[in-house]
């Protein structure tokens, strides 16, 4: 009986922080197995002298520091997405097509099977097995994410 009453309590929020919640700490538990991993440094140690070789040897050679080539990376990062601004602005704006409202939401019905979030059998739909299978599975949970995008 108490847990009928906490299926019934649950609105689509809770559920979405209840995924996240779970997402966020598998995820920090991952991070905190990496960290364990890695090599611990203590105070006076130093940063170890490497030799590098090829590419990283020539890249080296003009960034010796660390922050050197981080810097470089993101502005090379920042160029691109400026290239790429210049061009879609010069190659001009095409035209959207108009859709129908209706017919998107009828297609996401169709392929996730999951119905639109304005509908009545939303509700319907939140108290099924389905959705609670759905939220369990990593797969499904997924491909309805991508569906949504």
């Known amino acids: 009986q108490h847990g009928s009453k906490t299926q019934q309590q649950r609105t689509p929020a809770t ?10 700490r598998r995820r920090l538990a991952m991070l905190a197995k990496q960290s364990q991993q890695q090599q611990k440094r203590f105070m006076g140690g130093g940063a170890s002298t490497q030799e590098w070789e090829g590419v990283d040897k020539i890249v080296r050679g ?61 509700d319907k739909y939140l108290e099924t097995d389905a959705f609670y299978k759905m939220l369990d599975s990593d797969e499904q949970l997924g491909k309805v994410l991508a569906d949504m995008k």
């Not at 559920?15 to 966020?24: E, F, K, P």
Request: glycine share 8%; proline share 7%; hydrophobic share 45%.
């Open 15 to 24: 559920m979405v922080l209840s995924v996240a919640s779970t997402v966020a």
């Open 62 to 122: 003009y960034f010796p520091q660390d922050h050197q080539l981080a810097l470089a990376i993101m502005g090379g990062y920042v160029a691109l997405y400026g290239i790429y601004k210049i061009s879609s602005a010069i190659g001009g704006k095409k035209e959207p097509e108009a859709a129908p409202a209706v017919a998107a939401s009828t297609s996401d019905v169709a392929t996730s099977g999951i119905p639109s979030i304005d509908s009545p059998e939303f």
